[in-house]
């Protein structure tokens, strides 16, 4: 029957593939029709690969009536980011200047996604060029979270998040600068994990040492845990093209099975430094009561950063600056004047944000890298006696469109990140994931779960626990 694999998980359709229940044309049909009858909802898709998804499924098909062996992602349909080449396949960055640009060579992880049997059939929305806490830009508009269309995805993943949410695809990977992979993971009610950085290549030319300014991760985004293990096994290990990639030396599948008896939790829903709505505050309680039911041994401890959120934020803006100026010389590299003559075609808030920033001088760089080290030094020292720290991932919930809150319980924030208390963990190199927690007024709420650096199976095994205590599969709109 039409449509029935896209209420399957990754691992549920590799698993009935590999039964003979469904076939890999079957299964790639089911999801193009869904995004065709509901991508309109959203906005999550950008571009649909409907051509080469088809071939690719038949390819795999033939491979199944041939006996080879069969990966662990055969004839899975995977979605990817719109600033996340995929060869022969449009990638706009969600930005005018590049709306009929078409890659010609596949991203490290989608070229290890594709390796492991995953099917693309599409490109998800994103702000222009991922700078940004929601998605919006003016070649596709904005997308919104499937529990209220009126309201955001958060983003920069929001694509991604949306499309999951709405069952489009059982896997849509992100990728998180500032949050990019956790925010849409908390406002759409979905599974995403930052990975500790380095474990997923990110293939970055002409700079290939560009990510560590402010660390940027690439990393799974699904309906389950199981399948967030399943798609960072398929993900992660070094590339020799990329100087940051490292080794993965943990079973990702195994953790999610494991108890959780013997991990420590420090619970400090604000990291002691954010405002958060109380209703916001209360979900996150509820959901870390559950983890201590579950086994682990749960302390209320801030991890007593040094520096407050402002100054944080401050750091953060810094180092990404860096980063967003090194657009906009790639830009002119491709004869594009985004800071002249193609201003007028950027996104409002790519202007505001990027070009009317002030390009840092390199003592103020160095003092965010100061500021970045005491960070560090303060979580590590929590992770001197605890394998996590749990906290809110959003400060509210998700917003109408254009419409950030300035104030979080009377106290005033930035109306652009604000709200968001995954900085830090950019800063700072450490996996971090947003678990669905749990719902205020219909809206989802995502719990943060952050591990010591390499300690992503941690994260795995405690999320994974939650999920078993508290499943939020059924809880999706239909």
């Given at each position: 029957m039409g449509g029935d694999s896209t209420q399957f998980s990754a691992a549920g359709i590799t698993r009935r593939i590999r039964d003979g229940e469904l076939s890999p044309v079957e299964v790639v049909e089911d999801h193009l029709e869904g995004i065709r009858e509901r991508n309109e909802r959203t906005n999550a898709f950008v571009t649909v690969a409907e051509e080469s998804a088809r071939e690719a499924a038949v390819e795999a098909e033939r491979a199944i009536e041939d006996g080879e062996p069969l990966p662990p992602l055969h004839g899975v349909p995977v979605a990817v980011k719109d600033i996340d080449d995929v060869a022969g396949v449009e990638t706009t960055h969600g930005s005018r200047l590049l709306e009929d640009r078409v890659a010609d060579a596949d991203a490290a992880y989608v070229a290890r996604l594709k390796a492991a049997g995953a099917i693309v059939v599409g490109k998800t929305n994103a702000p222009e060029f991922g700078v940004g806490t929601t998605t919006d830009n003016r070649v596709a508009g904005p997308t919104s979270t499937p529990f209220d269309l009126d309201r955001t995805a958060g983003g920069s993943s929001g694509g991604a998040g949306a499309a999951l949410a709405d069952r489009l695809v059982p896997l849509a990977p992100g990728s998180d600068t500032g949050g990019s992979i956790r925010i849409p993971a908390s406002a759409c009610g979905v599974y995403g994990h930052k990975p500790t950085y380095g474990l997923v290549p990110n293939v970055d030319r002409p700079n290939a040492f560009a990510s560590h300014t402010p660390f940027y991760h690439v990393g799974p985004m699904t309906r389950t845990v199981d399948d967030a293990a399943l798609a960072l096994t398929a993900m992660a290990g070094p590339h020799r093209d990329d100087p940051h990639s490292v080794p993965a030396t943990d079973d990702y599948l195994a953790a999610v099975d494991r108890p959780i008896d013997d991990l420590r939790i420090a619970y400090s829903p604000d990291l002691g430094i954010y405002p958060l709505e109380p209703a916001v505050r209360e979900t996150i309680d509820d959901a870390v009561g559950a983890l201590e039911r579950a086994g682990a041994t749960v302390d209320a401890v801030d991890p007593r950063l040094a520096h407050d959120r402002e100054e944080i934020l401050e750091a953060f803006y810094t180092m990404a600056t860096v980063r967003w100026q090194a657009t906009l010389d790639d830009l002119e590299d491709r004869g594009f004047d985004p800071r002249d003559e193609d201003r007028d075609r950027l996104h409002h808030a790519f202007v505001e944000t990027v070009l009317d920033a002030e390009p840092p001088t390199v003592r103020e760089l160095t003092r965010a890298d100061v500021v970045r080290s005491r960070v560090f030094d303060?979580?590590?020292?929590?992770?001197?006696?605890?394998?996590?720290?749990?906290?809110?991932?959003?400060?509210?919930?998700?917003?109408?469109?254009?419409?950030?809150?300035?104030?979080?319980?009377?106290?005033?924030?930035?109306?652009?990140?604000?709200?968001?208390?995954?900085?830090?963990?950019?800063?700072?190199?450490?996996?971090?994931?947003?678990?669905?927690?749990?719902?205020?007024?219909?809206?989802?709420?995502?719990?943060?779960?952050?591990?010591?650096?390499?300690?992503?199976?941690?994260?795995?095994?405690?999320?994974?626990?939650?999920?078993?205590?508290?499943?939020?599969?059924?809880?999706?709109?239909?």
């Open positions: 303060d979580l590590q020292d929590c992770f001197e006696e605890y394998d996590l720290i749990a906290s809110a991932t959003l400060a509210t919930t998700p917003f109408p469109h254009g419409e950030p809150p300035e104030t979080i319980d009377g106290v005033d924030v930035g109306p652009r990140r604000g709200w968001v208390l995954t900085q830090p963990y950019n800063l700072t190199g450490h996996p971090a994931a947003s678990v669905p927690a749990g719902f205020v007024d219909g809206l989802p709420v995502g719990l943060q779960l952050a591990g010591e650096r390499f300690g992503d199976a941690d994260v795995l095994a405690a999320s994974a626990a939650l999920e078993r205590r508290r499943p939020w599969i059924d809880r999706y709109p239909t």
